[in-house]
């Protein structure tokens, strides 16, 4: 039973590392957007504003895949071991 | 004329005035304390790192499973009360900025008053044109508000309703329904046609980006809160126990007092609290002004209404 719970928790941890993986598209993504946006300011300064929100929105948008494996990741620290914990001692029991 | 009147006016009310204010004053402030009392005197004390979701205030059934994820009792936790409490404190402020309306305005509250009204206006101009002004404007600066001073909770020590799932889940599925009454406005049949008007493979690829707006909109905003304080409670812990690595061989407190926590904490706080609070609000509110604009079929729905006032017209004159 210790070695099960001890595997559980231990891939758990390990699945949340690995969904963060994704965190490098939005990284990339954003960064792209944000350099162009520095260009699209340096070229058009008096732009200024209107590029800057148009920048957060986009940015906003991007950062939704690596939300999603955040999200995930959240679940698998902290709500995954509680269930299967409970689970592998339902199945012991 | 009017010198000599609006003093007098202002003597007679002074004194039901002044009550009227204290007691939105107290409106205002009430809630949050409620909300730090509540927070001391119903959830236990911490020791150490302690990254939890809300506290279950009250519950149905007491002998509940509470490590359920999905659970089917009706329970009260700390993110809903907050929440309300956050939405009666802006109940106050409002009533509190409205308060004694002038036709030019003279006093500070009023001036801050027309600058909110006057920047959601603009705001929603920009982003939605003008015809949606009217109806949107006090439901974007509602959400604005909501969300802001949702975020801000986390100053008072308390639980802050947008790192809970739940609560910002609801506010994306009544945005999600929002968005739904404005692409169906002008009758269901245009309202399918918008999905299948490419074929019948992204049709199925567009009910999904349809159902993935609430769920990605509540992911952002839940997301953002919810890892900013994650953070900020992992450095703080690993500042402390770093400082009692490298300070623990002071004599007596000095050895305890966790030095090194004093400063980056705070400016991350900065980062997370303030900056990126206000931004996510902004964001959820751009992102619904967006989906709303852009689902929204204007020159149909102006033709129909249009259409319909000619034939009212000719009824009226036909009578």
């Known amino acids: 039973m210790e070695l099960a719970l001890a595997i559980v928790f231990g891939c758990c941890a390990l699945g949340a590392g690995i969904a963060m993986i994704a965190g490098i598209g939005p990284g990339i993504g954003e960064g792209n957007a944000v350099a ?9 300064p008096e732009a200024r504003g209107e590029v800057t929100s148009t ?29 299967m914990g409970n689970l592998i001692k339902d199945l012991v029991k | 004329m009017t010198e000599t009147e609006i003093p007098e006016k202002q003597e007679k009310r002074s004194l039901r005035f002044r009550v009227v204010d204290i007691l939105l004053i107290l409106m205002m402030v009430l809630p ?29 059934n007491p002998d509940a499973d509470l490590s359920q994820v999905i659970s089917t009792d009706f329970m009260i936790t700390e993110a809903q009360v907050n929440s309300w409490l ?32 006057e920047k959601v206006e603009g705001l929603v101009t920009s982003s939605m044109g003008a015809f949606h002004v009217r109806p949107f404007a006090p439901f974007v600066c509602a959400i604005i508000a909501l969300s802001v001073f949702s975020s801000l909770m986390s100053l008072l020590g308390v639980f802050t309703p947008t790192s809970d799932m739940s609560v910002v889940s609801g506010w994306a599925i009544l945005v999600f329904l929002v968005i739904t009454a404005y692409k169906a406005c002008c009758g269901p049949r245009l309202y399918v046609k918008t ?17 993935a ?60 609290d303030l900056f990126s609070g206000a931004l996510q609000a902004y964001i959820f509110a751009m992102l619904t002004m967006i989906y709303v604009g852009g689902g929204f079929p204007l020159e149909e729905y102006v033709k129909r209404h249009s259409g319909r006032k000619a034939r009212q017209g000719e009824t009226a004159r036909a009578a």
């Not at chain 2, 949050?32 to 119903?42: D, E, F, H, I």
């Not at chain 2, 106050?92 to 009204?117: D, I, K, P, S, Y």
């Not at chain 2, 004599?251 to 904490?265: D, F, H, N």
Request: hydrophobic share 55%; charged share 10%.
């Open chain 2, 195 to 211: 999905f299948t008007s490419d074929g019948p493979v992204v049709a199925v690829l567009n009910v999904i980006g349809e159902v």
């Open chain 2, 32 to 60: 949050l304390v409620t909300a730090v009392a509540l927070r001391v005197l119903l959830t236990p004390p911490e020791e150490g790192v302690a990254i939890h979701g809300a506290w279950v205030y009250w519950c149905a």
């Open chain 2, 86 to 117: 956050v939405m009666i404190s802006i109940t106050g402020l409002a009533l509190f900025l409205t308060h004694g309306l002038r036709e030019r305005a003279t006093t500070v509250r009023q001036h801050v008053a027309e600058w909110v009204v």
């Open chain 1, 36 to 44: 162009k946006a520095c260009e699209a300011i340096g070229r058009q």
């Open chain 1, 55 to 83: 920048m957060i929105m986009g940015c906003a948008i991007a950062e939704t895949t690596g939300l999603y494996a955040l999200v995930i990741a959240i679940l698998l620290i902290f709500v995954a071991p509680g269930v």
């Open chain 2, 213 to 272: 707006t609430p769920v990605s909109m509540a992911f952002r905003h839940y997301g953002n809160v919810m890892s900013g304080a994650v953070i900020g409670v992992l450095v703080t812990t690993f500042l402390t126990w770093l400082s009692s690595l490298l300070l623990g061989w002071l004599p007596g407190v000095l050895g305890e007092i966790p030095l090194l926590r004093v400063g980056l904490p705070a400016v991350l706080s900065v980062y997370f």
